[in-house]
């Protein structure tokens, strides 16, 4: 019961973390570029921070667990959860740099067309995180 509690969480985080980045991109994005308006991409993040970074906690708290379960050994890679969660952890390292990156030299003087294709790389890191999870559950795509 615990673990599926967590897995259930996880997936909740992730529907959170990945459907705002898909709103972002698809709905905000878009406009924010026709206008060339930066308050846009802006009043979005300050809203959609209050549940997207809590989302990504848990997420990382979450996947830390799941991986001590199914991938106890994790530079094992003959094993398939080891190879599924050593992308996720790629992913998650390529998200966190963006973040950065984003936070401190993009976002302080506004540059909305660099911070865009962050946006858009990020939004594409998130949907493939999911398609990684779904993979490792459902016998492997991979």
Same mark, same amino acid.
């Given at each position: 019961?615990?673990?599926?509690?967590?897995? @259930?969480?996880?997936? *909740?985080?992730?529907?959170?973390?990945?459907? /705002?980045?898909?709103?972002?991109?698809?709905?905000?994005? &878009?406009?924010?570029?026709?206008?060339?308006?930066?308050?846009?991409?802006?009043? !979005?993040?300050?809203?959609?921070? =209050?549940? +997207?970074? &809590?989302?990504?906690? *848990?997420? *990382?708290?979450?996947?830390?667990?799941?991986?001590?379960?199914?991938? &106890? =050994?994790?530079?094992? !890679?003959?094993?398939?959860?080891?190879?599924?969660?050593?992308?996720?952890?790629?992913?998650?390292?390529?998200?966190?740099?963006?973040?950065?990156?984003? =936070?401190? !030299?993009?976002? &302080?003087?506004?540059?909305?067309?660099?911070?865009?294709?962050?946006?858009?790389?990020?939004?594409?890191?998130?949907?493939? @995180?999911? !398609?990684? /999870? @779904?993979?490792?559950?459902?016998? +492997?795509?991979?």
């Amino acid at each position: 019961m615990g673990l599926k509690l967590i897995i @259930f969480l996880h997936i *909740i985080a992730a529907t959170i973390w990945t459907g /705002g980045h898909l709103i972002l991109s698809l709905v905000y994005l &878009p406009k924010a570029l026709k206008l060339n308006d930066f308050s846009i991409i802006e009043s !979005f993040e300050s809203k959609y921070e =209050r549940i +997207g970074i &809590p989302s990504l906690i *848990i997420l *990382i708290i979450t996947g830390i667990y799941i991986t001590t379960v199914y991938a &106890p =050994r994790l530079f094992d !890679f003959n094993d398939h959860y080891t190879k599924h969660i050593t992308i996720k952890l790629g992913l998650l390292l390529c998200t966190i740099a963006l973040a950065i990156h984003a =936070r401190f !030299f993009l976002i &302080p003087k506004k540059k909305l067309k660099p911070l865009a294709y962050h946006i858009i790389i990020v939004t594409i890191l998130s949907v493939f @995180f999911v !398609f990684v /999870g @779904f993979s490792a559950r459902s016998g +492997g795509l991979l």
